[in-house]
């Protein structure tokens, strides 16, 4: 097994760009497993964790809904914004300036054939990171995410994820709130979830900006001692 991971940050980035850019990857590992599955020498799958900032952009997941989209074409060009629909799970989200977006593409066959676990240790790193800065970050029941005063009237969402696995190969992943515009949730029902706010960490450390380089790399350091993994930055 490959533990090896290898990071790029790919700084301020289109969205379609990106996403292209991910599938690349994806199917680069899938074909690497299918030409295993026949050849006498199998060579090792890669795994690569993406780090990136997008520019306004609205993205839906397979299951969503687009009524959760809460503005028209014309609108969303008034906001610099764009609009996507595509093949992760889950529902609407937004994706901005300020964000830490995370994507991993892993061949869980390097590590564990378990979405459900996959999931909650993206969660667990999104946890230890905001823990890193004093603040308890939550898991809500039936809600992928990570959260803050679950349970209360003041529940609040930090951070949003999505996946989409097939072969065990995974895409797209989690945007952590650091610097957001948090207006720009005011044009979607985000995740689907009616209700419930939308936060960010320099909200909730009542900071005008977090060093978005120091949580990119809290998040890396979480996420080599959870998958017990090597990290190669490129």
Excluded at 169 to 178: C, E, I, K, R, S
Aim: charged share 25%; glycine share 8%.
């Amino acid at each position: 097994m490959n533990k090896q991971v290898i990071v790029r940050d790919l700084g301020n980035k289109d969205y379609k760009e990106t996403w292209d850019y991910q599938e690349m990857l994806f199917e680069e590992i899938v074909a690497q497993k299918r030409a295993n599955r026949t050849n006498e020498v199998s060579n090792p799958t890669s795994n690569y964790f993406l780090l990136v900032e997008h520019p306004h952009v609205y993205t839906l997941g397979k299951s969503g809904h687009i009524e959760n989209l809460l503005i028209d074409e014309a609108a969303l060009k008034s906001k610099g914004a764009t609009f996507y629909k595509i093949n992760r799970g889950g529902d609407i989200t937004y994706h901005g300036p300020g964000q830490v977006v995370g994507y991993p593409i892993l061949d869980l066959d390097n590590f564990f054939t378990d979405i459900h676990k996959y999931l909650r240790f993206l969660e667990e790193v999104i946890i230890r990171t905001l823990a890193d800065y004093g603040l308890k970050g939550e898991r809500s029941e039936g809600e992928t995410g990570v959260w803050l005063e679950v349970g209360t009237p003041f529940a609040r969402k930090i951070c949003a994820m999505g996946v989409r696995s097939s072969r065990w190969v995974t895409m797209h992943g989690f945007a952590l709130n650091v610097n957001t515009d948090l207006g720009y949730f005011d044009n979607i029902i985000p995740c689907g979830i009616r209700g419930k706010a939308v936060t960010s960490l320099n909200l909730e450390l009542a900071k005008e900006k977090v060093e978005e380089a120091l949580v990119k790399e809290r998040i890396l350091k979480h996420f080599e001692e959870l998958f017990e993994a090597t990290l190669v930055r490129e």
